[in-house]
T-cell receptor, first 111, second 113 residues
Framework: QQPVQSPQAVILREGEDAVINCSSS?????VHWYRQKHGEAPVFLMI?????EQKGHDKISASFNEKKQQSSLYLTASQLSYSGTYFC????????????FGTGTRLKVLA | DAGVIQSPRHEVTEMGQEVTLRCKPI?????LFWYRQTMMRGLELLIY????????DSGMPEDRFSAKMPNASFSTLKIQPSEPRDSAVYFC???????????FGPGTRLTVL
């Protein structure tokens, strides 16, 4: 039931772009994205609600394809500060509010 | 605001001992969540409260785990008796309405010997 993220890990040079995918086996109501730096707590990036919207701020954006039960996080012109582990968190359409985090993607940006 | 406060930040205990983790959510937040993070299982939702009432505790691993929220500004997660496999980082998070961002506390790193 845990959403699967891909890739598991990625290494970039500053200025390069990356895409992180999150796939669920269940119909989704919403997808949340968080970034966690080593030894720290997860920090919220954005929420996408059912409706296939796309959001973004600065050079980080995301899309939500509810038909495919997938979300993608786009990082453009990556900066050193983007390094960390990215998690998607999903809420299903049915049942109680069941918040499930994905498997995580480790991203490292090199100078 | 000081953010979500958790205590202790680190806890080392021996198998069989009782462990109590504490959390103070952000003032005015209606929702409180307890998570556990391990390398093997990632981030798992254990339980969450709305207005001090437990809504979903299906993530609580077994009867050794219990959580309470006696008032809007305090919650505890208790493990009794503790086992080595309970070693993990435990996060508390709070939020306003559900579909708003969750603010995580710094976490409690628990080691059970």
């Amino acid at each position: 039931q845990q959403p699967v993220q891909s890739p598991q890990a990625v290494i970039l040079r500053e200025g390069e772009d990356a895409v992180i995918n999150c796939s669920s086996s269940k119909a989704l109501y919403s997808v949340h994205w968080y970034r966690q730096k080593h030894g720290e707590a997860p920090v919220f990036l954005m929420i996408l609600l059912k409706g296939g919207e796309q959001k973004g701020h600065d050079k980080i954006s995301a899309s939500f394809n509810e038909k495919k039960q997938q979300s993608s996080l786009y990082l453009t012109a990556s900066q050193l500060s983007y390094s960390g582990t990215y998690f998607c968190g999903t809420v299903g359409l049915s049942g109680t509010y069941k918040y499930i985090f994905g498997t995580g993607t480790r991203l490292k940006v090199l100078a | 605001d000081a953010g979500v406060i958790q205590s202790p930040r680190h806890e080392v205990t021996e198998m069989g001992q009782e462990v109590t983790l504490r959390c103070k959510p952000i003032s005015g937040h209606d929702y409180l969540f307890w998570y556990r993070q391990t390398m093997m299982r990632g981030l798992e939702l254990l339980i969450y409260f709305n207005n001090n009432v437990p809504i979903d505790d299906s993530g609580m691993p077994e009867d050794r785990f219990s959580a309470k929220m006696p008032n809007a500004s305090f919650s505890t997660l208790k493990i009794q008796p503790s086992e080595p496999r309970d070693s993990a980082v435990y996060f508390c998070a709070s939020s306003l309405p559900l579909e708003i961002e969750q603010f995580f506390g710094p976490g409690t790193r628990l080691t059970v010997l």
